[in-house]
């Protein structure tokens, strides 16, 4: 079955940087469409970043646009999210998704908190 544990999360001071990482298992990261959100308390879950199984293509939301980058690591079947200059909006819980034509499967989050 498919399954993503999320892990990198913890306290990390404001404009410091931050690597999440995604491990996937039951399925290959290359094949799926592979995404990063963040849901902070009483907030919506909101789409940070996205990478694409054919040919590995990335996009972002635009307030991560040149501080966030998402990557896969195929031999580990792993999707990073590396995170820089942590703005006080980056705090929340970060769910990795992963989507195959009708198939939609979630990770159970990960925590990140920021200091100033």
């Known amino acids: 079955q498919v399954q993503l544990v999320e892990s990198g999360g913890g306290l990390v001071e404001a404009g410091g940087s931050l690597r999440l990482s995604c491990a996937a298992s039951?399925?290959?990261?290359?094949?799926?469409?592979m995404s990063w959100y963040r849901q902070a308390p009483g907030k919506e879950r909101e789409l940070v970043a996205r990478?694409?199984?054919?040919?590995?293509?990335?996009d972002y939301a635009d307030a991560m646009k040149g501080r966030f980058t998402v990557s896969r690591d195929n031999g580990k079947n792993t999707v990073v999210l590396q995170m820089t200059t942590l703005a006080p909006e980056a705090p929340g819980v970060y769910y990795c998704?992963?989507?195959?034509?009708?198939?939609?499967?979630w990770g159970q989050g990960t925590q990140v908190t920021v200091s100033s």
């Open positions: 039951g399925f290959t990261v290359s094949t799926y469409v």
């Open positions: 998704k992963a989507v195959r034509l009708r198939r939609q499967s």
């Open positions: 990478i694409f199984g054919a040919g590995g293509s990335t």
